[in-house]
């Protein structure tokens, strides 16, 4: 659970920046532009938030690069392995692809 928050703090610059809409983060997301987001277009877009925060570009996000300056040290890998978890929680009919719908609910 405390890694969900740490998701979302490092997620909200990235909404922010898809014109602070619903429509606009799910075309940021859509990068191929099907009118659906993808397990790896999700997991593409959420990361940007990462690398952002890795400073050093050691693909481990330390406790001085996280929002606050403290919490645990997690890798690219852990991190990407938990946005795959929140995607097919999100995930709700189970084609493999979010909808607008779908990626603007809460996930289960």
Same mark, same amino acid.
């Given at each position: 659970?405390?890694?969900?928050?740490?998701?979302?703090?490092?997620?909200?610059?990235?909404?922010?920046?898809?014109?602070?809409?619903?429509?606009?983060?799910?075309?940021?997301?859509?990068?191929?532009?099907?009118?659906?987001?993808?397990?790896? @277009?999700?997991?593409?877009?959420?990361?940007? =938030?990462?690398?952002?925060?890795?400073?050093?570009?050691?693909?481990?996000? @330390?406790?001085?690069?996280?929002? =606050?300056?403290?919490?645990?040290?997690?890798?690219?890998?852990?991190?990407?392995?938990?946005?795959?978890?929140?995607?097919?929680?999100?995930?709700?009919?189970?084609?493999?692809?979010?909808?607008?719908? @779908?990626?603007?609910?809460?996930?289960?």
């Amino acid at each position: 659970m405390r890694l969900n928050r740490w998701l979302l703090l490092l997620a909200l610059p990235c909404a922010a920046l898809a014109q602070h809409t619903a429509a606009g983060l799910f075309q940021a997301m859509d990068s191929n532009g099907d009118g659906r987001v993808s397990e790896a @277009e999700y997991v593409a877009y959420m990361s940007e =938030g990462f690398h952002r925060r890795d400073l050093n570009h050691d693909g481990v996000l @330390e406790p001085d690069e996280l929002p =606050g300056g403290h919490g645990r040290a997690i890798a690219l890998k852990t991190w990407q392995d938990n946005l795959r978890g929140e995607f097919h929680r999100l995930d709700r009919n189970h084609d493999g692809y979010l909808s607008p719908q @779908e990626l603007m609910q809460p996930p289960r």
